[in-house]
């Protein structure tokens, strides 16, 4: 499948090679997303457009294409109307599933659990939990890093959101619950979200017991009088324009939102952190040195997290370079959107790719080099692993927190090495969301006595 196909009448922009019968590129683009897109981009340029069982779908890569598509309104772009396949997850009425005015207003409600006065308080729970999952560690041992990861990033995201007594009688129930709601989360959804079949009907029985697991812990608070520092209870004081309170349905979409916000950025990118440190020692010095400093001026992790932190920082941010969680941001054009010489249909999906944008060469030079020391690009727009404009990632600085916490716990103990070979950490796309290839396993030792 190589040279670019013919172009439709009218639209003006490339169609992707390959397409096959009335699926068009369905097949190949649920394989594997980010090897579809990448390929379309190397094949096309900036803007090309691909077919998805009927549903056209423009790619735009590159940083003034990607200002064009976050900056417009929603009345022109929709991202509501692109991630239909959410509103089963999160629940009619909440974000997606909410008219543009309340979700809005959600949005503000999220904004205030994330302030600065409720982030210190995050980082005290984060680094508690951190500090637990540490005491059982041996002086050097070997984990899957992924699993572990995924399970310590679930544990100190509910007790973020859902306060210490829901945490501490958290059951496998729930990581099973909400692995359910991301399997629905796939390639196949972005056409049809209930196209799914069983999978679908798993996400519906799992939606409905999340909401019940969660409307048990509001009606118990309600019930007592009594006040958390949680998420949760913002959602419960939080009240609409017009007086409103949200019902408890709502405010278990709220809690299921701000899990798939912060949740994946979490796990995911603590894993790719973890293995690129064990690939890059040299790198894993330099910050060891700079958490030992950290460490040398205050001994309490909670605040070290909060604190600037510009080695271990720039390396954060070049693994979400080249692991970022989400592989495509999307909206629905509704009303035809021009950009450069070009028409996008309304009707299309306009599709941007973290995982094809960063790696252009032109902005990020040697781009399959994982490199943390290279400069920020000159437009904001060219890094995307939260998407940007209004619509930026919601949960993006409570998941950098949790990231931070972590390795400033780990670094200040611990040193990683790689199991396997090197080019064997891949990253797999089950869904929609990128996250490292199983097994992801890693050898730790201890640097020194504690």
Aim: proline share 6%; net charge negative; charged share 25%.
């Amino acid at each position: 499948m190589t040279g670019a196909a013919s172009t439709p009448a009218g639209t003006g922009i490339p169609l992707v090679s390959g397409a096959s019968g009335q699926g068009g590129h369905f097949a190949e683009f649920c394989a594997n997303p980010a090897l579809f897109l990448s390929r379309a981009y190397r094949e096309n340029g900036e803007i090309c457009q691909f077919d998805l069982n009927g549903l056209r779908n423009i790619l735009l890569v590159s940083a003034e294409a990607h200002e064009a598509v976050f900056r417009a309104p929603d009345e022109l772009l929709s991202a509501a109307e692109a991630y239909q396949m959410m509103v089963p997850v999160f629940g009619e009425g909440v974000q997606y599933g909410a008219p543009p005015e309340l979700e809005r207003q959600q949005l503000k409600m999220q904004a205030r659990g994330l302030r600065q006065d409720r982030m210190k308080l995050y980082a005290a729970v984060i680094a508690r939990e951190v500090q637990d999952w540490l005491a059982d560690w041996e002086d050097e041992g070997e984990l899957d890093i992924y699993e572990a990861f995924t399970r310590l990033t679930l544990k100190t995201s509910t007790h973020c959101l859902m306060g210490e007594e829901f945490r501490y009688t958290l059951t496998e129930e729930f990581a099973d619950l909400y692995h359910e709601l991301e399997a629905s989360v796939s390639p196949a959804a972005l056409r049809d979200p209930d196209a799914l079949g069983e999978v679908a009907a798993r996400r519906d029985r799992a939606r409905a017991r999340l909401a019940q697991l969660i409307g048990e812990r509001v009606a118990q608070r309600r019930a007592s009088g009594a006040q958390h520092p949680d998420m949760l209870q913002v959602y419960m004081d939080a009240r609409y324009e017009d007086g409103r309170a949200l019902s408890e349905d709502e405010i278990a979409g709220m809690v299921i939102w701000f899990m798939f916000a912060g949740h994946h950025t979490s796990g995911n990118t603590s894993s790719w952190t973890a293995v690129e440190l064990a690939r890059h020692p040299g790198h894993a010095a330099a910050i060891a040195a700079e958490v030992d400093e950290l460490y040398s001026r205050n001994t309490e992790l909670s605040r070290n997290a909060l604190k600037e932190i510009p080695r271990l920082q720039a390396f954060i941010m070049e693994v979400l370079r080249l692991h970022p969680p989400l592989v495509t941001l999307t909206r629905r054009a509704l009303q035809d959107f021009h950009y450069r010489d070009y028409v996008i249909p309304a009707g299309s999906n306009v599709m941007a790719s973290p995982y094809v944008a960063h790696r252009l060469p032109q902005t990020f030079p040697q781009p399959d080099r994982f490199d943390p020391t290279r400069p920020e690009p000159d437009n904001v727009f060219a890094f995307i692993p939260f998407g940007g404009g209004h619509r930026k990632c919601v949960g993006n600085a409570f998941a950098i927190l949790q990231v931070k916490a972590i390795f400033c716990a780990l670094l200040r103990d611990y040193a990683f090495e790689l199991v396997d070979a090197p080019d064997s950490y891949r990253d797999y796309m089950p869904s929609l969301i990128l996250r490292p290839s199983e097994p992801c396993r890693l050898r730790y030792r201890r640097r020194r006595s504690t």
